[in-house]
T-cell receptor
Framework: GIQVEQSPPDLILQEGANSTLRCNFSDSVNNLQWFHQNPWGQLINLFYIPSGTKQNGRLSATTVATERYSLLYISSSQTTDSGVYFCAVGMDSNYQLIWGAGTKLIIKP | EAQVTQNPRYLITVTGKKLTVTCSQNMNHEYMSWYRQDPGLGLRQIYYSMNVEVTDKGDVPEGYKVSRKEKRNFPLILESPSPNQTSLYFC????????????FGPGTRLTVT
């Protein structure tokens, strides 16, 4: 099955710093998403991005499907950005997502 | 308010005692799904449903049952829980055409002793 690897596993930054999170996947997919799980456990969709680039405020994501990776950029980090960021991939036709293990981000004030 | 609710939020039980975790959504979504989250493993799908009376296995269905008798409800049943089912469980829902835009419940932390 598809393997999803996220890096780095942990990241500690000062408020205001920028960061890049990476997601590598082992096979062709037509569905790739980024999620944020806050420190209280709530999961939120950030991006649906099987290819190309999207931006939402201080967050942006780029997926290069032909090279099987995606990047999540967080600029001017705030303490509220802390939590775990997950990448999940799959095929739209089989209604399943394969999740990476996540990157745990801690933003210090 | 559009939401996915799960009950209970926390549960400690003993091996072999049947339990049900309820999941309900008020968004008229066709798609619903159950996941478990374990440390270092991300989320893994247990079962999903595309509509009433339509369910299918995910990656880790062993030891679990589900039913979808009503569109809004998708209970997760553990007939004989075991300690390896200690985990954090999430229910999610979405529209059929864009099932992947999932709304997640708050999670249920289950401990089986």
């Amino acid at each position: 099955g598809i393997q999803v690897e996220q890096s780095p596993p942990d990241l500690i930054l000062q408020e205001g710093a920028n960061s890049t999170l990476r997601c590598n996947f082992s096979d062709s997919v037509n569905n790739l998403q980024w999620f944020h799980q806050n420190p209280w456990g709530q999961l939120i969709n950030l991006f649906y991005i099987p290819s190309g680039t999207k931006q939402n405020g201080r967050l942006s994501a780029t997926t290069v499907a032909t090279e099987r990776y995606s990047l999540l950029y967080i600029s001017s980090s705030q303490t509220t950005d802390s939590g775990v960021y997950f990448c999940a991939v799959g095929m739209d036709s089989n209604y399943q997502l394969i999740w990476g293990a996540g990157t745990k981000l801690i933003i210090k004030p | 308010e559009a939401q996915v609710t799960q009950n209970p939020r926390y549960l400690i039980t003993v091996t072999g005692k049947k339990l049900t975790v309820t999941c309900s959504q008020n968004m008229n979504h066709e798609y619903m799904s159950w996941y478990r989250q374990d440390p270092g493993l991300g989320l893994r799908q247990i079962y999903y449903s595309m509509n009433v009376e339509v369910t299918d296995k995910g990656d880790v269905p062993e030891g679990y049952k589900v039913s979808r008798k009503e569109k809004r409800n998708f209970p997760l049943i553990l007939e004989s829980p075991s300690p390896n089912q200690t985990s954090l469980y999430f229910c999610a829902s979405g529209n059929a055409g864009v099932w992947y835009e999932q709304y997640f419940g708050p999670g249920t932390r289950l401990t089986v002793t």
